[in-house]
Nanobody, 126 residues
Framework: QVQLVESGGGLVQAGGSLRLSCAAS????????MGWFRQAPGENQKFPAA????????YYADSVKGRFTISRDNAKNMVYLQMNSLKPEDTAVYYC???????????????????WGQGTQVTVSS
């Protein structure tokens, strides 16, 4: 069992930065693939943003690549999403998600993730 709690969301102006955190408990953290998804206002689905799994694997959606960085501290059971050069279109609820790491390739489909945090709101003003 895994419990996830996100924090760090807030209001920032375009071009600014935020760092989201996700604290995990209940399972060996290093064995988990971690993902960040986001759901914009009015949308009915979550979209992939960034993923971390295995020893050093990362993947970024094209929309955030070069601006966002996912990192993790396995000793602290924490995963982070550093978001730089934020744009208004980044406004969304950001969710931390986890699954047992099994694949060598990225898994970026929400239905493949078993555990979810409550979400944290990120609002980017223009």
């Amino acid at each position: 069992q895994v419990q996830l709690v996100e924090s760090g969301g807030g209001l920032v102006q375009a071009g600014g930065s935020l760092r989201l955190s996700c604290a995990a408990s209940g399972r060996t953290f290093s064995n988990l693939a971690m993902g960040w998804f986001r759901q914009a206002p009015g949308e009915n689905q979550k979209f992939p943003a960034a993923f971390s799994w295995g020893a050093s694997n990362t993947y970024y959606a094209d929309s955030v690549k070069g601006r966002f960085t996912i990192s993790r501290d396995n000793a602290k059971n924490m995963v982070y999403l550093q978001m730089n050069s934020l744009k208004p279109e980044d406004t969304a609820v950001y969710y931390c998600a986890a699954r047992a790491a099994r694949s060598a390739a990225v898994v970026a489909t929400p239905t493949d993730y078993d555990y979810w945090g409550q979400g944290t709101q990120v609002t980017v003003s223009s």
